[in-house]
């Protein structure tokens, strides 16, 4: 560890929560519009896409609970909100505009959750944090994009709720690498365990 970061390590940081015995998949925005760099992608996010549809095969056949996010707003935008004022563009975001539509090679299916949100996290407003404790869910896996952005949002809001949170590093992206890496970084020092999809795949064949 560099002189840089081993503070972190002196200080306490960077420890591991596991994988407890409930866990569910939660996909952030992997959205058309997020997968087209002339929209709002970039990036690594087509890469982290092509790695989650392999983490969401193997979350199915494990009879893991699945949930989708969207970003959705009214088509008069009369639901706008802080997070459109800095970035008006969010907008078009709405219920059947092309860019909101989840990409064909993670389409929802039948009994997996689809999450509206208006906010960078899937937990703001949304109802997410009660309807998986109902369901006991007790960690949540995290895939999808914007790493600095909406991932991280729903990370922290996450551990905040009371759950463990794994983060499948190669599963999220970002528009470029310097705010995907630093997010991962710090999101594994504060808030989650960040790993490969490969080793998701592991934890959650050792719990079966």
Known sequence: MSGDTSIYAAQGFGGQLGMGRAPALLIVDFVQGFADPGVFGGGNI???IAATVDLLA??????????????????????GNAFTRKVPSLLRLTEHDPASQIVKELSP????????????????????????????????IVAGCTTSGCVRASVVDAMGAGMRVVVAADCVGDRAPEPHEANLFDMAQKY???VGSGDVRGMLAALA
């Not at 199915?60 to 970003?71: E, F, P, S």
């Not at 959750?113 to 998986?132: N, Q, Y």
């Not at 369901?135 to 949540?140: A, I, S």
């Open 46 to 48: 087509p890469q982290a």
């Open 58 to 79: 193997f979350a199915r056949q494990q009879g893991l609970l699945i949930v989708h996010t969207r970003v959705v707003y009214a088509d008069d935008g009369s639901d």
């Open 109 to 140: 299916r039948t009994g997996e959750l689809i999450v509206r949100k208006r906010l960078p996290s899937a937990f703001a407003e949304t109802g997410l944090a009660a309807w998986l404790a109902m369901r006991r869910v007790d960690t949540v």
């Open 192 to 194: 989650a365990d960040v």
